[in-house]
């Protein structure tokens, strides 16, 4: 298993930034592609970004060009860098490891003027 710990999350304006932290608790981390979900309020958990174990990314189109996703594996924790957040953009959000079933407690992101 793999414990996995969001952090970063909190209250912002729009157009606002945040960077959130998911760090994990193997080394296996380095193997692992990162992914980033977000839920909202009555929604479905969506993915948002992913980054390969090569650091190949990928982006929800809702995100594109505004959020940035990095790992660090040296430090086994995964990054999302958030800019221009909207208020669509307000969930819970959860990292995960493409080879695990774990998910961490998420972290709250809440974007409101």
């Known amino acids: 298993q793999v414990q996995l710990v969001e952090s970063g999350g909190g209250l912002v304006q729009p157009g606002g930034s945040l960077r959130l932290s998911c760090a994990a608790s193997?080394?296996?981390?380095?193997?692992?592609?990162v992914h980033w979900y977000r839920q909202a309020p009555g929604k479905e958990r969506e993915l948002v970004a992913t980054i390969t174990r090569g650091g190949s990314t990928s982006y929800a189109d809702s995100v594109k060009g505004r959020f940035t996703i990095s790992r660090d594996n040296a430090k086994t924790t995964g990054y999302l860098q958030m800019n221009s957040l909207k208020p669509e953009d307000t969930a819970v959000y959860y990292c995960?490891?493409?080879?695990?079933?774990?998910w961490g407690q998420g972290t709250q992101v809440t974007v409101s003027s």
């Open positions: 995960k490891l493409s080879a695990y079933d774990s």
């Open positions: 193997r080394t296996i981390f380095s193997i692992n592609h």
